[in-house]
């Protein structure tokens, strides 16, 4: 399982920065959080990168002491932290924002958004059907 959740998770931050970076033209920075909340604080997108990758390593210890792992939670895992590094490392690149590209009609979001969302419903389901 940890190879898998290894493999997914490499690959939605690889995915997640190649769409940002192919869709630059049309990519709104979101420099807040969900929703753009909090854009006209300066310093939030630094915090929330540091507070991403911190996220991020505990995640991945949790994930690799966790006893009673199976595939729901493996891919939850993986999506919820690649998607989690995939926004924490654009906030470093894209000058403390995120990219975001994909319209749906009330927000825009990008990949690593819509992996977190995915992760965290998989996570949800895990631990409430345990």
Avoid: C, E
């Amino acid at each position: 399982m940890t190879a898998a959740f290894i493999i997914i998770l490499a690959s939605v931050v690889a995915i997640d920065l190649i769409s940002k970076w192919l869709a630059t033209d049309i990519a709104h920075i979101n420099t807040g959080i969900s929703f753009g909340w909090g854009r006209d604080v300066a310093w939030l997108g630094d915090v929330i990168a540091v507070v991403a990758f911190a996220v991020a390593i505990v995640g991945i210890i949790w994930f690799i002491m966790y006893k009673k792992k199976t595939w729901v939670l493996t891919v939850g895992a993986a999506l919820f932290i690649g998607g989690t590094l995939g926004n924490a490392v654009d906030r470093l690149i894209s000058d403390g924002g995120v990219r975001d590209f994909i319209d749906m009609y009330f927000f825009r979001n990008n990949i690593a958004d819509i992996a977190i969302i995915v992760g965290v419903v998989l996570l949800g389901v895990k631990f409430a059907f345990r």
